[in-house]
């Protein structure tokens, strides 16, 4: 079969990780749940471990993701995104449709109430005040900003910016917030125009070399004494990680960077760090896949059998990311200075 012929192939190109999950996600049947998660998580003998986490060589990583990252990220956003609203629905918290890394405060917390400790602890964040006029960068399907009209009752002054057309049609059909569907990167703003800007899980999908001009031009876009909160996950190391093409699986085009860039990139464009605090996505992960399995049946009549499989490999694949120390998830308040 094609899929057993790609694997040395892709093994040799990008990584036995990668080969692995790409594997899975072709595999003629629907891939066994306990197994699948198995699989990917466990722990592996130092050999080939080795392989795993040091292939490519370090001179290679760069060459290799920037041959991976040559897709567009705007077509990458609308393939992991523009899937289908119902099935995001099976899966996801049923209050929100939060699509980013929940607080779970006990282990038997389940997921809406979990999503709601997140949703509460962003809005202290944010602090939104009346009149205030607030701007979501990459609103997915706009749990955040139901949140934030729940606490001001004012709809009007609440904007989100998206890439991807579902996105857009369910915020236009059920939320009624004023959302475009326009790339926040690339986008002009105007100055002084916004009292608080934020993204939750949208900024990962900025590359590197980005992240300069746009930082500079949100700062334009806050009035003085206006803050810009960030919910996301980045890199714990400055260098690429052996499986680093296995993010372009599930985001083509995107690249995070590492905590330290970040740190230094928000006061280089001259915001002042308030707040900054690390999260785990772990148990989030495990709830996703647990809520997919759970709604097997209706998932693979909303989507074909590699999607499904895909997203079952998603999740343990980021579980994995996460537990081996090489991404966290942050949440920064920069403010910038009234002066």
Known sequence: MLRHALFPVEAAAYGVSYAFLQHCIRSPQPLDPEWTWHAITREMPRGTDWIRTQWPLKPLRKLVIHAKMKQDHVLGISAHYDVSNDFYKLWLDRKYMFYTCADFH???????????????????????????????????????????????????????????????????????????????????????????????????????????????KLYAALKPGGRLVQHFFCRTADSYMGPVACSQIYFPGSMGSSYRFHARAWEDAGFRITHRSIHDYRPTLRAWFDRMVEHKDEALRLVDLQTYNRYLTFFPSSWRYFNDNWGMVTRWVLEKPKA
């Open 106 to 216: 006990t282990p038997n917390d389940t997921l809406e109430e979990a999503q709601q400790h997140k949703a509460d602890f962003i809005l202290k964040l944010i602090d939104p005040q009346p009149g205030e006029k607030i701007m979501e960068l990459g609103c997915g399907w706009g749990p955040m900003l139901k949140r934030l009209y729940e606490a001001t009752g004012e709809r009007e002054n609440l904007f989100g910016l998206t890439l991807s057309k579902e996105q857009k049609a369910y915020n236009d059909e059920h939320n009624h917030f004023n959302v475009d569907f326009d790339n926040f990167i690339t986008r002009q703003y105007p100055r002084e125009a916004f009292d608080k800007i934020y993204s939750i899980g949208a900024w990962e999908h900025v590359r590197q070399h980005e992240i300069p001009q746009l930082l500079a």
